[in-house]
């Protein structure tokens, strides 16, 4: 039997309050995803660890690290194992600078469960990508969850 070695990226969930911050990728016919949005981040570099990319990727896509960027799941599926990392966005959206893709913007979580965000860029509407939409309301649904169960302890 054969084992395929599966590609590995680092992206990462960038957050201020309950807007996520999202990447249109570029319509190129040859990547994942074109002319979706997506969540920040890239391949891992041989050798390179999922730590290292995320920083690499988001200096590369973005130009801005935030200071404080936690690992928060690893999602596998047929084709590629998903690092994802967390971390809020302090700074404001004109001080980022888009390395690649088409647009980056705020998403709500209405976008993120109706699947799609319009472009001020593109002047139209595109989808969010399937496993993009996933690990967001996997995300947003767990912090709800720890946000209920600290308001239940708190009235205890």
Request: contains cysteine; glycine residues 8%; aromatic residues 6%.
């Amino acid at each position: 039997m054969t084992t395929v070695n599966k590609k590995e990226v680092a992206i990462a969930i960038l957050h201020r309050g309950a807007q996520f911050l999202l990447q249109l990728r570029d319509d190129l016919p040859n990547i994942l995803y074109p002319g979706h949005w997506t969540l920040f981040g890239g391949h891992l570099e041989l050798g390179e660890t999922a730590d290292l990319a995320i920083q690499r990727e988001l200096q590369e896509e973005i130009n801005h690290v935030p200071e404080q960027l936690t690992c928060y799941e690893r999602y596998e599926d047929e084709r590629v194992i998903r690092h994802v990392y967390v971390g809020e966005l302090a700074v404001p959206l004109g001080q980022l600078h888009l390395g690649e893709g088409q647009d980056m913007a705020f998403a709500t979580l209405d976008d993120i469960i109706r699947g799609d965000r319009y472009s001020a860029k593109t002047k139209r509407i595109h989808a969010i990508g399937t496993p993009h939409q996933r690990i967001l309301l996997g995300y947003i649904q767990a912090r709800e969850s720890i946000n209920s169960k600290a308001l239940r302890e708190s009235l205890l």
